[in-house]
Structure formats: C-alpha cells, structure tokens
C-alpha cells in the first residue's frame, strides 16, 4: 500500500525517534565504557578515530551501491541489522586489540545507516524545511530515553546499556520496510506510475518558465517565442528545434543573451516540456539508463529560463552560460556527474566547513564524558547532558525553515563552526568551575552547533549534488562531518589529553578550530573573488565577439 505524503513524514519521524532513542542508550557512553574496560586516553583516541574514518569509505561505498542498483530499502535493512548485531558483541570485549576489531565492525555497518536514512527521509520532505521537522523526532528520541539510559547503567551496569540499545532500534526494521524511496528503487509498474507525476511536475514548471521566457523576449524587442511541437515518423518524439538547447550554430556556443537567446530557449523548453512524459515512462523500464528522467531536464529548462529572464541584454549572456551548463549536466552519465562533483570547488570548501564542524563534534563526544566520569559525575548526569542537547536540538531542528527564510544556509554553517570553539573553550574551565553539573548550560549550544549545522549542511549538499547523486553527496557530507573531521577530533583529543591533561586538551582543539576556520574564510572569500573576476571576463569576451559579427553584443555573439 503506498502511503500518502503525510503518511511519509508521520513513518519517517517515527524512524529517526526509534533509532536515536536507542543509539541513546549506549553510544554516548561508548568511551566511558572503554575507560571501564581499562584503556587509556591515547588508545580510546586511537579507537575513536578509527571508528570514524572507517564511517567515511563505508558511509560513501554503501551509498553509491544504493544509488546506482536502486536498493535503498534493503541496504538500509541489512546494515541496520549488522550494526545491532555487532554493538551486542562489543559487551564482550575486554582488551584493546578486540574492542577495536569489533568497534570497528559495529561501524562498517552503522555509518551507512544514516546516510541511507537521510536520503530516503528527505524524499518525504516536500521542501528543504520540512527535512528539519522530520529530523527533530530523532532529537526527541535521542533526548527522551538519555536519563533512564543513565539510571539503567548507574543500576545495572553497560551490559543493560547495550540491550537496551537493540531493543529501542528494533521497530526500524519494519518501518524502513514500509517506506518508500522516491528513486530508483521502486519496481518498473511504480516508478511508470510516478515517472508521469515527474513528467507533468516538468512539464508545470516548463509552462510556466515559458510564460517567462515570453515576457522577457518581449521586454528585450524580440517576436514572440516559436514553439515547436513533438512530432516525427511513426509516432515517435521530434528532434530538439533547429539549434537545440544550445543556441550558435556551428559556434557551439552557449545560450546567449537578449531575444535570440530567449527565443533559443524557448524552443528547447518547449521540446523538453511537450516530450517530458513519454521519455519518463520509456526511461522508467531502463534501470541502466544512467541519464536525469525528462522531467529533470524541463525543470532545468526552467532554471535556464530563470536566469535568462533576470537579464534579456548584454549581462544575461554570461548568466545564459552557466544555466546552459546546468542543462547539460542532467543529462550527463553517472560517471561524468560523479566526476563533476569531485571536480567542484564549492563541494570541497563545503567539505571542509564539515570536517571543522566534525572535529569539534569528535572532541564533545569522546572526552566529554570522560571528563564528567572524572569530576565525580554520575551516568544520570551525562544523559541529562543529552536531554539538554535535545531541549536546545528539538526546536532548532523545527524551526529551520524559518531561520533558512531569514539567514542564508552558508551564515548557519559558519555559525556552527564558531560555536563548536565557543563550546570546546568552555569545556577547558570545567575543571575550574569545580561542579561538573555547570557543564547543563553549555550544552545549549548544541542547538546552534549540532541542529543547525548538520540541517544546513544536508540541505547545502541537496543543493549541490548533481541529479542522481543525492546520496552519494550526503555520504560525503556525513563522512567528512562525522568521519574524518570527528576522527581528527578524537585522535588529536587522545593524544593532548594523554600528554597534557584533558583540561589543556580542550583549550588547544578551542585555538586549532578557529584557525581552521580563519583559513576557511580567507578560501571562501578568495574563490568567490576568482568567479566574479571569470565571470566578468567571459561576459567581455562574449560582447567582445558579439561586437566583432556586427551586432551591439547584447545576445553575446548568437
């Protein structure tokens, strides 16, 4: 049966509860119980970190399987299952070698959990926003069961812990079951079924770019745009206009500026439009077919016919340009789509954004309890430490969409960032502070660092990923947030801690965090320097060649 679009989001805020109220009960006690178990701060460093750079290639592997053989759901299944399995068994480890063996394991098969998860969950999300109520459930869960998982090992030990733990995740089995990917995943009847709702999804936003494109033909002199219909021999779809989606001719070049420009991409526009719903449901019985649906390729049409409407003389042809090139990479091969990914410098500065933020994660979550277990505090404390967490999370989670209305995504990230250092100097005087108690209030940063951060960051990396990569573009995200950026965290914490004491440890990760985020921005700012400075060169270059054919250089040389 398939479930209705609340019905999606209802099951998917039910997942994230059940699954982070039993990550709850034992997770954040990980290190502590290594502690129990006899290891010292340097080799539950070394464990830590190993843990998250395991995170990292299983995070990315499983991902790209899932996207490119379409089974979301059943990867999902078999990791969830394995990941239980293996945190059973590290109950029974008792020295360095076999808690690192079997820890490493439970994170082979964990890390991908939530990365497949966040995939699927944000199919149910109608707009960027709503991905973040979704995800607050997970908050409640993981804040809801943290005291009662504290009592349960303050009265019966670790052991209880880990039970506790798998049984909380159970209903996640089924509920993944139930869920439906709105991706490849789905037999050919369905995805038919849904490949016509993309198809008029395309062909909507088609219309309406076309309206645009009207508007803004007129408003720079120009006819009113052609519009060709689908036709040809036996039935079968037309050919793209005469000079297709990229107008020039023989130049080759990209869509141009002013009325022809606009005309050109009215023409392609309508092509993509009228042809969206017969290629969908060809392309929906070819699960091979590396390339974007039809549908994906009209509203790209109608990305080009937005930028192409800001400007229907001289500046719009290097913004022509770029939305040209957008055009062209949906319908690119996995390959070349991956490629272009890797290739892209505003993924690697968003990478980086999310190693700091990791780091800073790394260290709270390895030497903060350790810390607290130190001062003489009790579990019960450190999972109220967690509810704390969840108290500032929970909202920070449900009202993104209205703080994504007011500040911009990258304000967020950066944000996160600084309070990460905020929280990692704060930590340093503890020890000063002489009650480990004290440590309540700082956790409501959590909001800021935690909740804001990741939501912005997984919408950052939907915007970013080429069409069909959404999960390989979150596997990256989380494995560079809570893979190697949370590893170098939990090592570099290890070691200071091992060498210095853990108070000095938490002042020095407070300096090497902000200078990590000082370069950051000097990378950032020098970037967006260079693309201005290449944008306002191509612009002259294109009215340069429009001027030399004769015409004022407005349609960029078409």
Same mark, same amino acid.
């Given at each position: 049966? *398939? ?20 990550? @709850? ?17 340097a080799?539950?460093?070394i ?16 991902? =790209? &399987?899932?996207?490119r053989? %379409?089974?979301h759901? $059943? ?25 690192l $063996? ?48 504290g ?56 219309? &309406? ?11 720079a002199?120009?006819? =009113? ?49 009228? %042809?969206? =719903? ?16 039809? @549908? ?38 996995l390959?070349? *789509?991956?490629?272009?990914l ?6 690697w ?42 108290? &500032? ?28 250092a ?12 002489? @009650? ?26 939907g ?21 190697v ?14 060498l ?30 260079a ?8 612009? *002259?270059?294109?009215?340069? *060649? ?6 004022? $250089? ?5």
């Amino acid at each position: 049966m *398939r479930l209705s679009a609340r019905g999606a989001r209802v099951l998917a805020g039910f997942w994230y509860l059940s699954y982070y109220a039993g990550i @709850s009960a034992i997770q954040p006690y990980y290190n502590v119980y290594f502690q129990w178990r006899g290891l010292s701060d340097a080799e539950i460093g070394i464990l830590s970190a190993a843990r998250q750079w395991v995170s990292v290639p299983a995070g990315f592997l499983w991902s =790209a &399987a899932a996207d490119r053989l %379409g089974a979301h759901r $059943g990867a999902l299944l078999v990791a969830l299952a394995a990941s239980a399995a293996a945190r059973l068994a590290l109950m029974w480890g008792s020295t360095f070698p076999v808690l690192l $063996g079997t820890a490493l394991v439970d994170q082979f098969f964990a890390s991908p959990v939530t990365v497949l998860a966040d995939a699927m969950m944000m199919s149910a999300a109608a707009k960027d926003g709503e991905y973040g109520r979704i995800r607050a459930w997970g908050a409640l869960g993981w804040g809801a069961f943290a005291v009662p998982a504290g009592a349960i090992i303050d009265r019966w030990g670790y052991m209880a812990g880990f039970l506790a733990s798998v049984l909380l995740t159970l209903p996640c089995g089924p509920a993944t079951a139930a869920f439906r990917f709105k991706g490849r995943e789905q037999g050919a009847g369905e995805r038919g079924g849904e490949a016509a709702e993309g198809a008029a999804a395309g062909a909507a936003a088609a219309a &309406a770019a076309l309206d645009a494109i009207a508007v803004a033909t007129a408003a720079a002199g120009g006819g =009113a745009p052609a519009t060709p219909r689908a036709g040809g021999g036996g039935g079968g779809r037309g050919g793209p206009p005469a000079g297709g989606a990229r107008a020039g001719g023989g130049g080759g070049g990209a869509l141009g500026g002013g009325p022809k420009g606009l005309r050109a991409a009215s023409e392609a526009l309508s092509f993509y439009s009228e %042809g969206a =719903a017969a290629s969908d449901a060809d392309e929906a019985d070819d699960q091979d077919d590396a390339r974007a649906p039809a @549908s994906a390729r009209a509203a790209s049409c109608a990305a080009v016919a937005v930028d192409l409407s800001r400007g229907a003389c001289g500046t719009a042809a290097a913004a022509a340009a770029e939305a040209d090139a957008r055009l062209a990479a949906a319908a690119l091969p996995l390959r070349a *789509r991956l490629g272009a990914l890797l290739s892209s410098l505003d993924v690697w500065l968003f990478l980086w954004q999310a190693l700091l933020q990791g780091y800073g994660l790394g260290l709270c979550q390895s030497f903060l309890f350790i810390t607290l277990a130190r001062m003489e505090g009790s579990a019960k404390l450190m999972g109220l430490t967690i509810t704390v967490d969840c108290l &500032a999370e929970f909202p920070a989670f449900w009202f993104k969409e209205q703080v994504l209305r007011v500040l911009p995504v990258d304000v967020l990230l950066h944000a996160a960032v600084a309070g990460y250092a905020l929280r990692l100097a704060l930590y340093s005087q503890l020890p000063l502070w002489g @009650s480990p108690w004290l440590v309540l209030p700082v956790q409501l940063l959590h909001g800021l660092t935690y909740a804001w951060g990741w939501g912005a960051g997984t919408v950052k990396g939907g915007r970013l990923a080429p069409p069909g990569l959404q999960a390989t573009m979150q596997g990256l995200f989380q494995g560079a947030y809570v893979g190697v950026g949370a590893g170098l965290g939990a090592l570099a914490g290890g070691w200071l801690s091992q060498l210095y004491g853990i108070q000095k440890m938490w002042g020095a990760a407070a300096l090497t965090l902000l200078a990590g985020w000082v370069l950051l921005g000097a990378a950032s700012a020098a970037a967006a320097a260079a693309r201005a400075c290449a944008a306002r060169r191509r612009a *002259r270059r294109l009215q340069w *060649r429009g001027a030399e054919g004769g015409c004022c $250089g407005c349609c960029g040389g078409v």
